[in-house]
């Protein structure tokens, strides 16, 4: 308010304002500079790095981009947050999985909502790490409390039972919290007990993250190795 006050003051005297119409436009600006604060450290802390808009994903890159582009509009109001609902994206590689999260991600940052982005083995290194100066319970709180996890690249590397475990508790607690969690994977459901250890584990984690999800199947050559391929401008 101190920063805008003299131009403020200015334009008021210019429009012939009332002392309370001045103020007011003084305490918009205000809460308009905290929203923005409070968006760029949702961002900060996301771990996101880029802030991506669903108008640059090419959703006529391949058939089944156009098959889910209702739902994933949708996706952007955000009400998934609130229902708790969590959302697979599955694919080979380069096919937008990450893309297409992280613009759901850059979303709810706007909302000013928590939101944490990670791989599945960097999150899951850190949690075994932390096995061993006894911080677990505070590392798992780390990916449990924020209101959209985004866990990439599940399944580009099998997981052992004790990672699988770590992976579990994560999923569990999340899902009884009811808090969404978003999942990028190049893996279909029926191949997960090959990434998770076993089928019991693969099944249980499975069953939680179904029971209230929208799955997303892309298809398509990769959009990277296309880009590469083609002749520079």
Same mark, same amino acid.
């Given at each position: 308010?101190?920063?805008?006050?003299?131009?403020?003051?200015?334009?008021?005297?210019?429009?012939?304002?009332?002392?309370?119409?001045?103020?007011?436009? /003084?305490?918009?600006?205000?809460?308009?500079?905290?929203?923005?604060? !409070?968006?760029?450290?949702?961002?900060?802390?996301?771990?996101?790095?880029?802030?991506?808009?669903?108008?640059?994903?090419?959703?006529?890159?391949?058939?089944?981009?156009?098959?889910?582009?209702?739902? !994933?509009?949708?996706?952007?109001?955000?009400?998934?947050?609130?229902?708790?609902?969590?959302? $697979?994206?599955?694919?080979?590689?380069?096919?937008?999985?990450?893309?297409?999260?992280?613009?759901?991600?850059?979303? !709810?940052?706007?909302?000013? #909502?928590?939101?944490?982005?990670?791989?599945?083995?960097?999150?899951? %290194?850190?949690?075994?790490?932390?096995?061993?100066?006894?911080?677990?319970?505070?590392? /798992?709180?780390?990916?449990?409390?924020?209101?959209?996890? $985004?866990?990439?690249?599940?399944?580009?590397?099998?997981?052992?039972?004790?990672?699988?475990?770590?992976?579990? #508790? $994560?999923?569990?607690?999340?899902?009884?919290?009811?808090?969404?969690?978003?999942?990028?994977?190049?893996?279909?459901?029926?191949?997960?007990?090959?990434?998770?250890?076993?089928?019991?584990?693969?099944?249980?984690?499975?069953?939680?993250?179904?029971? %209230?999800?929208?799955?997303?199947?892309?298809?398509?050559?990769?959009?990277?190795?296309?880009?590469?391929?083609?002749?520079?401008?």
């Amino acid at each position: 308010m101190s920063q805008q006050l003299e131009k403020t003051l200015a334009e008021a005297a210019t429009r012939n304002l009332s002392l309370s119409a001045t103020l007011e436009a /003084l305490a918009d600006l205000e809460l308009e500079a905290r929203r923005q604060r !409070a968006i760029e450290r949702r961002f900060r802390l996301s771990r996101l790095q880029t802030q991506l808009s669903i108008d640059s994903f090419d959703f006529h890159h391949h058939k089944s981009r156009l098959q889910i582009k209702n739902r !994933a509009l949708r996706l952007l109001d955000l009400d998934f947050l609130q229902k708790g609902t969590n959302v $697979v994206i599955i694919g080979n590689p380069g096919t937008g999985k990450t893309y297409l999260a992280k613009i759901l991600a850059w979303q !709810a940052c706007r909302a000013n #909502q928590r939101v944490l982005f990670t791989t599945a083995m960097d999150m899951l %290194n850190h949690l075994l790490a932390s096995q061993v100066d006894h911080s677990l319970i505070r590392k /798992l709180r780390f990916y449990t409390s924020p209101t959209l996890l $985004v866990c990439d690249e599940l399944g580009y590397l099998s997981l052992d039972q004790q990672t699988s475990n770590l992976f579990y #508790q $994560v999923i569990s607690t999340r899902h009884s919290q009811k808090k969404s969690i978003l999942i990028t994977t190049n893996t279909a459901f029926s191949d997960w007990g090959n990434i998770l250890y076993n089928t019991t584990i693969a099944t249980a984690i499975a069953d939680r993250l179904v029971e %209230n999800s929208e799955i997303f199947l892309l298809g398509g050559d990769s959009l990277r190795k296309a880009k590469k391929s083609s002749p520079a401008s």
